[in-house]
């Protein structure tokens, strides 16, 4: 098992910046990509970004492409995603995921584990 805890979120007006924390433990080697999910009021969980353990490569949303980064330490098993230039469509619980499925990276039967979520809420 792998276990997620997700940090950082929180109220920001728009235009500010968050950074969000996965940290990872557990058996953190049976994921090879950590990505990050959000879901708001009444929408469908949707993918936010990814990243490669092996290689480091990263996947965006397209909205979020330019605004957003994720980044790994492996040291430290935890991701992170900077989140700037935020907009009031961001406002959402953010969800990290891990897993080493097959399916394309934004799909979230990829990931078999998840975080419990975090709440970011960003005001106009």
Known sequence: QVQLVESGG?????????????????????????G???????KEREFVAAIRWTGGTTYYKDSVKGRFTISGDNAKNT????????????TAVYYCAGGRGD???????????????TQVTVSS
Not at 36 to 42: I, K, L, N, V
Not at 103 to 117: E, F, K, L, N
């Open 103 to 117: 399916q394309p990276i934004g799909a979230t039967v990829r990931y078999d584990y998840w975080g419990q979520g």
């Open 36 to 42: 990050w999910f959000r879901q708001a009021p009444g």
């Open 10 to 34: 929180g109220l920001v007006q728009a235009g500010g910046s968050l950074r969000l924390s996965c940290t990872a433990s557990g058996r953190t080697f049976s994921t090879n990509v950590t």
């Open 79 to 90: 991701v992170y995603l900077q989140m700037n230039s935020l907009k009031p469509e961001d």
